[in-house]
């Protein structure tokens, strides 16, 4: 009797399960559509499936309202460690990743657009390889929270020296001083999760601009840091 009872339970569980895969599958698509094409849709969705199952094994009506309340920010973390274990963002310097994205911006200051790999290898006297690699790592850093971006390069020891609040702090400061479209913007990209493209569509700012916008955020953070 005790046995059937388990295993009526799990089947609840697992049950509670599929109806949020559908939900799952959404969260890694729009995931997808922010990464470089060498991520696949199916690993995150199988990532968070996986998680989403575990949690309605465990999850406790008792103690949350809300199921999918409860394991949404879960499933997103697993599928963010996943990207954070791939072995190409252990692979990529974070020094050329860094010189990378200085190139990036004094290129599009003259030519409107991005450099090539074959055209950055040749700028930073670089193995294209290793830039194109380097590349793809920066595109997956750039749906990391906030925290994670500020690792990359040199100074992300610095991270380690100040308090969760005094980063708040500083971030808010930063913001401060965009005007209220940039300020949008990054407000769309990490708190919404729109894609480059959705932004650029909703406020008529070119992917680029975007783009470059992000990149100036992040690097004032660091100078507001101390980096």
């Not at 388990?6 to 599929?18: R, S, Y």
């Not at 670089?126 to 830039?131: A, G, H, L, P, S």
């Not at 194109?132 to 020296?161: C, F, K, N, W």
């Not at 702090?169 to 001083?177: D, H, M, N, P």
């Amino acid at each position: 009797m005790a046995n059937a009872y388990v295993q009526d339970l799990k089947h609840k569980e697992d049950e509670l399960a599929i109806q949020y895969l559908p939900a799952v599958k959404a969260m890694a698509f729009r995931l997808k559509e922010r990464l470089p094409s060498s991520v696949d849709f199916s690993d995150l969705s199988a990532i968070g499936t996986e998680e989403l199952i575990k949690l309605a094994r465990r999850y406790d009506e008792n103690l949350n309202d809300s199921f999918w309340g409860y394991a949404k920010k879960r499933v997103y973390g697993a599928m963010l460690d996943y990207l954070r274990s791939l072995d190409i963002l252990s692979r990529a310097s974070r020094k050329l990743v860094k010189q990378i994205d200085y190139a990036v911006e004094e290129y599009r200051l003259t030519h409107d657009e991005e450099p090539s790999d074959e055209e950055l290898a040749e700028m930073l006297e670089e193995d294209i390889d290793k830039v194109h690699e380097a590349r793809v790592a920066s595109s997956i850093y750039t749906v990391m929270p906030l925290h994670d971006q500020l690792q990359v390069g040199d100074e992300g020891a610095a991270l380690a020296q100040i308090e969760k609040d005094e980063l708040v702090e500083v971030i808010k400061k930063v913001l401060s001083t965009y005007k209220e479209r940039e300020q949008m913007i990054i407000q769309l990209y990490y708190f919404e999760e729109l894609t480059l493209k959705e932004i650029s569509d909703i406020l008529n700012i070119t992917e680029s601009r975007i783009s470059q916008i992000h990149k100036s955020v992040i690097q004032k953070i660091k100078a507001g840091i101390g980096a």
